[in-house]
């Protein structure tokens, strides 16, 4: 069973024209299209986990750093708020504006 | 640097301004992230109803073939392409993304960071305002020569961008439009949830400490920014296609219509997924509310969305398994969907871990939820046999695909939303809904639910193509058994329509008479429930500060079994 | 109408929230992440018909000018640099962005100018949006970046004019540099895809 199933999956390597389920199509290793095709896929799977991967990686490292710096300071607030005094209040009660 | 100065203008937005606003400007032209919230959850259940009317006329066609349907008539072919492409359309990009993601986005994002709006409010009161252009743009595509657009919701060309292949000259590029304006609307209020979670959470609310539906619905944004590019190309290139003439991807003069699958299906598999993770999370709230636990592994259901997240943008070839796609490229897109169903079923697994010992209060929301595991599981479990290139080659375009991905779309479209519309209703509108009511539209549209998609499991194995309006034509799909089973399902589906009303009856008596709801109902720890109920403009006199994680629930020392967030101590 | 310099409660940009970068900035950075998978898409799909196809570039077509462009590309890349000198400016001293601001909006303008000057040589020579597969494409990615450059001008005019007024929030300044050098930094790319 198991090596049947390693059989199947070896001859779709070796011999992909005899796997193809499309019987006009010719797959093979000379296919410009194909190569097209590779670099279509790839370019498309991997931008946009670079992309976010990096812009969030960035922003976590980023709001980790703010966190510890509040934690070192001992509030659980921004630290320039803390720093800053009397605006530190007014975070933690934001003023109405009356008209 | 922290007080930085900023300009306020005095007007209608200002927090302390008092003078009521006209109608006009308080619920057409408002950038309150509520009012917002409502026009897209309102406008999303009304496309339902367009979209369920739509089914329930083609499946009458599918059970009765030739007969006129009450309420529209006689099914022309013409007219079932029509109906059976809108449907698809209005489901996924008029139901599912605005109300799970714009309109509880819009609700909870501001609310469960403790937050008064959105970061950007003008771009949230223009991004509904394209919405509905859009959608005044799909229905107008109903009425030009040639009716709506008849090529199938994916588009496939050369059937989408030629008039002599589809008859509906002018449907297929108002269509085209009216998706390009959703994904413009989509895309400005991406921005917005994606910038708001990360710069103006509540003070001390580290990213742990973020509810999960909200980095769901976060998450789910991101995946559909970075996904829609290439279908915008896509779409570009068949408005080309279709008006000025070019052959992009036309095959009878060079073009590739498979290059078409490749694009619409690199955003449409990643959009499943947009759209699943939304009612993930909302179900993570409504369980932890309900069993009274703590969330079973927080860390875990956050990296499993991510990987999913990664994942979806790697899977989406398995749609082209029999387009004469590479076998070898099969093969790899075979494993990464195989892969792609470990974090989901992790998710599920975390859920039911979740209830595993839990004092379970069976509510409304609740029985929706639990449901959502249950039929999600069932949906989940069948796209294994299509995952695999294999099996998928002897499946592909049959009802068992439809069953399928109709196991998955209405856990998440229709029983995520109610779950979470009947777990946020007192919050919403400050009055509670009816239990027995909302039971009663539960069991019956749970029931009906299954009753319709699981014969066509059975047809659709035995070789039911997807694509045919009248099975009498051919001789081999038209025995009493497939016959009997598409009447089953025709049957089942009235009768879920029909149960909406009771929903709707509720939802209006509810809205009249019924019971005046508190602060938070059910004791649950997430910022919004120490608003008022209904929130006012501006949600909270002084904005919250948060201490603790979202789902301290039957903390031991505690004299009551909850721990909201904002409590010192 | 009146103006309050108070700590600003709402939206978000309030004070006691740790920000990770300003809101105009991070706004404009995830929409950048979209619009670079809107040219992949378009570039990969070029790719495909370009490597399927019998015979490349497609006969009886005239050709790229790939020099001239390649002057082109210069004067586009010059006017990034400019934007990075205006952005390290306006954070060192904000008035004194303005004349980096000005040099990158004259550069891109001639970039935009020559670029039009090229598209009626080509759309002379023959080269339309229906003649092959290769104007087809050339029209559609290029004309797609060049409407970019001509959107990410007007941004950046309107906010040297509130710099000239005298206000320019760092937000909406950190939103200009973000989307100009997206703008600018992938045109090398389409350059390498499409002309070479």
Redesign the interface.
């Known amino acids: 069973m198991i090596g049947r199933a390693l059989g199947a999956?070896v001859s779709?390597?070796v011999a992909?024209g005899a796997?193809?389920?499309?019987v006009?199509?010719s797959?093979g290793q000379s296919d410009?299209?194909?190569?097209?095709?590779?670099?279509?896929?790839l370019?498309?799977?991997a931008?946009?986990?670079v992309?976010?991967g990096g812009?969030g990686w960035f922003?976590?490292r980023?709001?980790?750093r703010?966190?510890r710096e509040?934690a070192a300071i001992g509030t659980?607030?921004?630290p320039?708020?803390s720093l800053?005094g009397a605006?530190?209040g007014?975070?933690?009660?934001?003023?109405?504006?009356?008209? | 640097m922290a007080t930085r100065p900023v300009e306020i203008r005095e007007g209608h937005d200002t927090p302390g301004h008092h003078e009521e606003p006209s109608f006009f400007v308080k619920y057409l032209w408002s950038t309150d992230h509520k009012v917002i919230a409502m026009q897209y959850l309102f406008t999303g259940m009304f496309m339902a109803l367009v979209g369920g009317f739509f089914s329930y006329v083609f499946r009458m066609q599918l059970a009765w073939p030739g007969e006129s349907v009450p309420l529209w008539g006689l099914v022309t072919p013409a007219a079932y392409n029509m109906l059976i492409t809108n449907h698809g359309a209005i489901m996924i990009f008029w139901v599912a993304m605005p109300v799970l993601i714009a309109a509880f986005g819009n609700y909870l994002i501001p609310l469960m960071l403790g937050c008064d709006d959105m970061v950007f409010p003008k771009l949230n009161r223009l991004s509904y305002q394209i919405f509905l252009l859009s959608v005044v743009v799909l229905f107008s595509s109903f009425f030009v020569t040639g009716g709506g657009f008849g090529g199938a919701w994916t588009m496939y060309p050369p059937l989408s961008g030629e008039a002599a292949y589809n008859n509906t000259p002018a449907g297929q590029t108002i269509f085209i439009v009216a998706v390009a304006l959703e994904f413009v609307a989509f895309l400005l209020g991406g921005i917005n949830f994606v910038t708001t979670a990360m710069n103006s959470r509540a003070p001390g609310m580290k990213l742990y400490d973020i509810p999960m539906v909200v980095w769901m619905i976060v998450i789910a944004s991101i995946m559909f920014m970075a996904s829609v590019g290439p279908l915008v190309a896509g779409a570009v290139m068949l408005i080309f296609d279709q008006t000025l003439n070019t052959a992009f991807f036309d095959p009878t003069r060079g073009g590739d219509p498979i290059l078409w699958q490749h694009l619409f299906w690199f955003f449409g598999h990643p959009e499943v997924y947009v759209v699943l993770l939304p009612a993930v999370g909302i179900v993570a709230e409504v369980i932890t509310v309900f069993a009274r636990k703590k969330l079973f592994a927080y860390k875990t259901v956050l990296y499993t969305a991510i990987a999913t997240g990664v994942l979806s943008f790697t899977v989406w070839a398995h749609h082209q398994f029999i387009a004469g796609i590479d076998p070898r490229m099969a093969n790899i897109f075979t494993v990464t969907t195989l892969l792609i169903s470990i974090p989901i079923a992790e998710m599920m697994f975390v859920y039911i871990a979740t209830l595993y010992g839990g004092s379970i209060t069976f509510s409304t929301p609740m029985l929706w939820a639990l449901s959502f595991i249950a039929t999600f599981l069932v949906g989940g479990v069948t796209g294994i046999f299509l995952g695999a290139s294999g099996s998928d080659i002897y499946l592909h375009d049959t009802y068992f695909v439809l069953a399928h991905f109709h196991y998955t779309f209405y856990p998440i479209a229709i029983i995520g939303t109610f779950a979470g519309f009947t777990f946020w209703f007192p919050k919403m509108f400050g009055r509670h809904l009816n239990e027995t009511l909302g039971k009663i539209h539960f069991w019956l549209t749970i029931i009906a639910f299954n009753g319709i998609f699981l014969p066509l499991f059975v047809t659709g194995v035995l070789g039911d193509n997807r694509r045919i309006p009248n099975h009498q034509v051919y001789p081999e799909l038209d025995n009493p058994l497939m016959n009997g089973l598409r009447e089953v399902a025709t049957v089942f589906l009235v009768v879920m329509l029909l149960a909406q009303f009771v929903f709707f009856y509720n939802v209006v008596v509810s809205l009249v008479r019924g019971k005046k709801a508190e602060k938070n109902p059910w004791k649950s720890n997430t910022l919004e429930w120490t608003a008022d109920s209904p929130p006012p403009h501006g949600n909270w006199k002084e904005l919250p500060t948060v201490y603790r994680g979202p789902y301290e629930y039957g903390v031991p020392g505690r004299s009551e079994d909850y721990w909201p967030q904002n409590v010192p101590n | 109408m009146s103006v309050h310099t108070l700590p600003h409660p709402r939206h978000g940009v309030r004070t006691g929230r740790s920000a990770v970068m300003p809101n105009g900035v991070f706004g404009m950075l995830i929409f950048v992440v979209a619009e670079v998978m809107l040219f992949a898409g378009f570039v990969s799909a070029f790719t495909i018909m370009r490597r399927s196809a019998l015979v490349w570039p497609p006969p009886g077509q005239p050709r790229l000018p790939v020099e001239e462009t390649a002057f082109n590309t210069a004067i586009l890349v010059a006017s990034g640099v400019a934007m990075l000198l205006a952005g390290r400016a306006f954070r060192r001293h904000a008035p004194s962005a303005s004349r980096p601001l000005v040099a990158a909006i004259g550069l891109g303008a001639t970039f935009v100018v020559l670029q039009g000057r090229e598209w009626w040589m080509l759309i002379g020579g023959g080269l339309t949006l229906t003649s092959s597969a290769l104007g087809a494409f050339f029209y559609l990615i290029v004309g797609l970046h060049g409407l970019h450059v001509i959107a990410a001008l007007g941004f950046l005019v309107y906010a040297w004019r509130r710099l000239a007024r005298g206000f320019l929030p760092p937000g909406v300044m950190g939103a200009a540099e973000v989307l100009w050098l997206f703008v600018v930094a992938v045109w090398p790319f389409l350059y390498w895809r499409i002309y070479l």
């Open positions: 999956a779709i390597w992909p796997a193809a389920a499309c006009v199509c797959p410009p299209a194909q190569s097209g095709l590779l670099f279509g896929t370019l498309l799977s931008l946009p986990i992309m976010i812009i922003v976590v980023r709001i980790r703010i966190d509040s659980s607030e921004d320039e708020d800053a605006s530190g007014a975070a933690l009660a934001p003023q109405r504006i009356e008209p």
